[in-house]
């Protein structure tokens, strides 16, 4: 299990979301919190009077943070965290792998292709623990938890928190495999056997009443592309789940495609589950 939650907070919509969202959620599984705000090095290249500007927006930005927590009155133990450096890179390093990383997006709706430039999915890249993206969004309204299953094996970490979430929520686990057909440049007709999708979404099941035999958990098949599958199953849903795709060198990982453009058009609070079951 998750042994700490870091929230990283900076006073904007989205990162109070992510507060929220992770102080109530720490206080339901009884975990500590850790608030983290990094003060990018880059403002001491400015001068010494935009640097020290800085600190103090990072101080205050903690306090306001600390002072919420307070006001959700969740009982959780609260500790908070200045940082110095690049932001990207600080966050991703603050937690260890059996921790929780929770970040904002300011990412929302729906677009095409890999559109560039967007912080969390940067953070998520190369964090080495499980990470919460979450928007700024209505949460109040929504329901049940979707998981991705993927190709050709099924992620348990990822299928086991989407099923204990799930269970702690009350609520139906839906997991979803994409069988779409994708076409290559030589026009070369690609598609899973159907029966090896059942297959695998039977393991996924499997994988999930193993590990909270009392959760409410479906399967499905979806013949859109994985993206559009889990973004369209997820709109009105309190959590989504992803297994880790990436690849990973010494210093750097890549995003699978499908978690990239998930990210990148994020309409609901999603969890791209690695070391740990949350």
């Known amino acids: 299990m998750t042994s700490t939650y870091f929230i990283a907070v900076d006073g ?19 975990v500590p919190v850790v608030l983290l705000h990094v003060v990018d090095d880059e403002w001491g290249l400015a001068g010494r009077d935009y640097a020290e500007e800085a600190e103090q927006r990072g101080e205050d930005a903690l306090a306001r943070g600390e002072r919420k927590s307070l006001e959700l009155d969740a009982g959780v133990a609260v500790t908070s965290r200045l940082l ?34 967007s912080r969390s999915i940067s ?14 969004v209505e949460l109040g309204t929504r ?25 702690r929520l009350r609520e139906e686990a839906v997991l979803i495999h994409s069988a779409w057909i994708a076409v290559t ?11 090896a999708e059942r ?16 959760a409410v958990v479906s399967t499905r098949i979806s013949r859109r592309s994985p993206p559009e599958a889990l973004l369209d199953a997820s709109r009105r849903s309190n959590l989504l789940v992803l297994g880790s795709s990436e690849s990973r060198g010494p210093r750097q990982s890549v995003l699978g495609t499908t978690t990239h453009d998930v990210l990148m ?3 609901c609070p999603a ?8």
Do not use: Q, Y
């Open 84 to 117: 110095r450096g690049s932001p990207v890179w600080e966050l991703a390093a603050a937690p260890s792998a059996d921790d929780l990383l929770v970040i904002g997006t300011h990412k929302t709706g729906f677009l095409h292709g890999r559109v560039l430039g």
């Open 143 to 167: 329901r049940g938890v979707v998981a991705g299953v993927g190709w050709p094996e099924v992620d348990s970490r990822a299928i086991a928190s989407a099923a204990r979430e799930a269970a």
């Open 123 to 136: 953070i998520v890249s190369l964090a080495r623990c499980s990470v919460a993206v979450i928007p700024d």
């Open 271 to 278: 969890l791209i589950s690695r070391n740990t079951v949350i």
């Open 12 to 30: 904007s919509g989205p990162s109070m979301a992510a507060l929220r969202w992770g102080i109530l959620r720490a206080a339901e599984v009884g």
């Open 185 to 195: 440049s030589r026009m070369d007709v690609i598609a899973h056997p159907l029966e």
């Open 199 to 214: 297959s695998l979404l039977r393991s996924a099941l499997d994988e999930a009443r193993k590990s909270a035999p009392e």
């Open 265 to 267: 058009n994020i309409n």
